[in-house]
């Protein structure tokens, strides 16, 4: 077994292996995700008052502050069980969230989604504050089912942390509201298969990157809609199609660190702030944690379809949700050895 990402490992054993918080295999591999691996070297960068980088913004530079690294250790599997985690949280209630100064709670939505994912995964789901960020995302969405970060009548697909923040909430702590906005915020995916918006394709969407950060592609479409429990909608097949060609031998390769060109992505349009790239793996080789994020998704359609995991059948089942099954095939090497 490979020990060099525990987090990859604890994300295999419980998504693709279904192995439940309680086995001694996964409370180890996730006690050693703060020891080793990509989010020990985060928070070996942390300062002491829980923010990375600068100490006057927890945004900006782009992609190396607090606000960055917070939702990649979110996405790792770290949580406030973490005294460190717990300190990073207390810097954005204050900074973000406290009543009596400037706050996020009508700030963009891209902005509030993803500090509303995190911090749900962080554990502070029930906190007022909290569930006052996901006001705001039931309050923004539109009329079409989508959101959008700026002043458009509109939704749009590259607008998709208010859905992945929804995600993020356990399901028996969705209330009404909740439910319905993601039922409509889904349809608003599916109806246009991930990716079919505008006269022509958007070319960075079709790019696989990690960290999102706020980018969308396919693959974030795919995580978000399967994980809501949509993997059994045939509209999915054409994203589905396209992630399927793009793995070799059961890896899927990061295409860019950032989906967009260079000149765009890394701050030519936008000046007046210093941006800073960040990856945890190299563009252009096999990823391990999109591998973990491709095979999730294929999982959870399996499971939708009553498939096994590894059968490259087109199916057109309506969509519904389905009980979970555990995988076949060898469909795991590259996650748990260190040959990724």
Known sequence: MDESQPAVRYHTLTNLLDLPESHPDVSEARS???????AADILARQKPDGRWESDQSVYRPKYTASNWMAIVLSDLGMTRD???????????????????????FDAEVCMVGNLARFMTRFGYQR???????????????????????????????????????????????RNREVRRA????????????LFEEGPSRYRPWFRLHYPTHYYYDILVGLDVVTALGFGGDKRLKPALDILRRKGRRGRWPIDRVHPDPPSYAWGRHNLRYETKPFALES??????????????????????????????STVTAESGRRNRS?????LLPCLLVSSC
Not at 32 to 38: D, Q
Not at 82 to 94: G, K, Y
Not at 326 to 330: I, N
Request: charged letters at 35%; glycine letters at 8%; aromatic letters at 10%.
């Open 127 to 173: 906190d007022p504050r909290v569930k006052r960020l996901f006001d705001r995302l039931l309050e923004d969405q539109k009329s079409d089912g989508g959101w959008h970060c700026w002043g458009s009548a509109a939704g749009t697909l590259d607008c998709w942390e208010a859905l992945a923040a929804f995600a993020a909430i356990p399901e028996g702590d």
């Open 82 to 104: 973490d005294e460190r985690i717990a300190r990073t949280a207390e810097l954005f209630f204050r900074e973000w969230m406290d009543e009596k100064r400037k706050n996020k």
């Open 283 to 312: 563009a252009g080789l096999p990823s391990k944690w999109v591998t973990l994020t491709a095979l999730t998704v294929l999982r959870r359609v399996a499971n939708a379809r009553q498939e096994p995991l590894h059968s490259d």
């Open 182 to 193: 993601i039922d409509r915020g889904a349809e608003f995916y599916l109806e246009r298969r």
């Open 32 to 38: 050693r995700i703060p020891k080793r691996g990509w």
């Open 326 to 330: 555990r995988p076949s095939g060898p």
